[in-house]
């Protein structure tokens, strides 16, 4: 999950090109929406476990079994200001993820083929060790378990990644460039019992 600018606040024809940029990026790494909701910031990726975990609720996961990587919507996210991520957008964000994870336990309960995924992760990407610590706590609040480990990642794919995260920048916000160059990466799990005792149809109220 990398936290970036909206498309909304693009209007060059420079921020069209970056995000068609992003959309074929999407397509090749095969991201995609599992509800046509507004308000839904996530988006899906159907992949591999990334190593063996075993979560606190008890979910044991090995290398290489089926598991959902979590990518940000990047055109639903709410509007950022020049100013950074305030608590206010903050607080929104958290709400927008709630709603979307309760669509995601939803799409998974009416995919049979999908009953063997029991492991949901995700990248963030911030501008701070401050903004790190703060949205760490905002996501064990969603259920989520934060990692120390640094997402292991080849020298084309971290290049390939600072290039669009800088272009993001500079096509919506190039007062956030110089924040955008101190990239602080950390990963967190999510087991699939946990999304469904939370945000699924059978949750408690």
Not at 102 to 126: H, S, T, V
Request: contains cysteine; hydrophobic residues 40%; aromatic residues 6%.
């Amino acid at each position: 999950m990398s936290y970036e600018l909206t498309e909304k606040s693009a209007s060059s024809r420079i921020g069209q090109a970056v995000f068609a940029l992003d959309r074929w990026l999407r397509r090749r790494c095969g991201s995609f929406e599992y509800c046509n909701d507004p308000d839904c910031v996530l988006r899906i990726e159907l992949c591999a476990a990334p190593r063996d975990l075993r979560l606190r609720d008890g979910t044991l996961v090995r290398a290489g079994e089926p598991a959902l990587r979590l990518h940000l919507w990047n055109e639903h996210l709410p509007r950022m200001a020049r100013g950074g991520p305030s608590m206010r957008w903050a607080r929104r964000l958290s709400r927008d993820v709630e709603r979307s994870l309760c669509e995601l336990a939803r799409y998974l309960a009416r995919r049979p083929e999908l009953a063997g995924i029991q492991l949901l992760f995700g990248d963030m990407n911030l501008a701070t060790p401050r903004q790190t610590r703060q949205f760490r706590r905002i996501v064990v609040r969603l259920g989520f378990e934060p990692s120390a480990e640094s997402p292991p990642r080849s020298l084309p794919r971290r290049v390939g990644e600072v290039i669009m995260v800088l272009l993001l920048v500079i096509a919506t916000n190039p007062m956030g460039l110089r924040r955008a160059l101190r990239g602080y990466q950390s990963r967190i799990y999510l087991s699939r019992a946990v999304l469904q005792a939370r945000y699924g149809a059978d949750r408690v109220h």
